[in-house]
């Protein structure tokens, strides 16, 4: 009989492993342990912290999703197409809302949830790249599913979607009107900038987030912005390696301005964490 108990058991727990479930992951923006938004100020940026800023699009796309098991086992996420925020384990995150200073570029519509499935039920560590893998990076972003096809989010065929658009208006302490911070793939060569390269981009600049003791069921994934700019003078930076206002922020992300590349997998990025839904 005990022997018939732990076979049922075992059964059960193999079932549980096996079979795919529905999970959402939450992304929250904060700057000053507020939730980001588009029509109030947040302070205390520059290196004297009198620099003041105002959202004016704050928008990321994250893709290949992957949770690791106790073992070291990598186990994808299968994100769910859904025809507007997610299309082939690609997603778009969009903190602003067409309000403030978000209207020029903005869509009244936010997303800050990823949907997907995935099997398995304890793991340890949460991964995702911050931006869009090379295969989808120079598309005709004109006929592509959304979100690939937002073009406030892409730059041209040769270099690509920008991964992250963080844009800021400043106040009258800041030596330029406004701040901003695009993340892509930079050394992308071909004949036009209307052509796909034909070879890898010299600098992919697609980051690669560790989050440790990462809960599908608990937890939820922070950016913080006072993390990502705190001390820095408000100076645009379209991550390419001639701007020197880029190198700390790559830095904050765990990577190399130089070469594009992480620094020991990313592990010293500071800008996303976790914390308790």
Not at 175 to 181: A, D, H, P, Q, V
Not at 242 to 270: H, P, V, W
Request: aromatic share 10%.
């Amino acid at each position: 009989m005990k022997r018939g108990i732990v076979t049922i058991m075992a059964a059960l727990f193999f079932l549980s492993c096996t079979k795919e479930r529905e999970v959402e992951l939450v992304f929250r923006a904060y700057a000053d342990q507020a939730p980001l938004g588009c029509d109030t100020w947040i302070t205390q940026f520059g290196p004297k912290k009198d620099v003041a800023l105002q959202v004016k699009d704050f928008r990321f796309f994250v893709s290949n999703i992957r949770m690791i098991t106790e073992e070291g086992e990598e186990v994808r996420l299968n994100m769910i197409n859904d025809g507007k925020w997610q299309y082939n384990n690609i997603a778009l995150l969009d903190f602003e809302n067409g309000t403030g200073e978000c209207r020029e570029k903005g869509t009244p519509e936010t997303n800050t949830v990823v949907r997907g499935n995935i099997k398995g039920q304890k793991f340890k560590e949460l991964v995702f790249n911050l931006g869009i893998p090379k295969e989808y990076n120079h598309t005709d972003n004109a006929s592509m599913p959304s979100p690939l096809n937002l073009g406030a989010m892409f730059w041209s065929w040769q270099s690509g979607y920008k991964f992250a658009r963080f844009d800021f208006v400043t106040n009258g302490n800041a030596s330029e009107k406004f701040w901003f911070i695009h993340l892509g793939s930079t050394g992308c060569t071909s004949i036009a900038k209307s052509m796909p390269p034909s070879k890898p981009c010299l600098r992919p600049n697609l980051p690669e987030i560790h989050i440790k003791d990462f809960n599908l069921d608990q937890n939820a994934i922070v950016l913080d912005l006072n993390r990502f700019l705190q001390g820095l003078v408000p100076e645009t930076c379209m991550s390419d390696p001639s701007n020197g206002a880029c190198a700390t922020l790559f830095e904050r992300l765990g990577m190399s301005l130089e070469t594009g590349a992480c620094f020991e997998g990313c592990g010293g990025q500071q800008i996303f964490s976790k914390e308790k839904l």
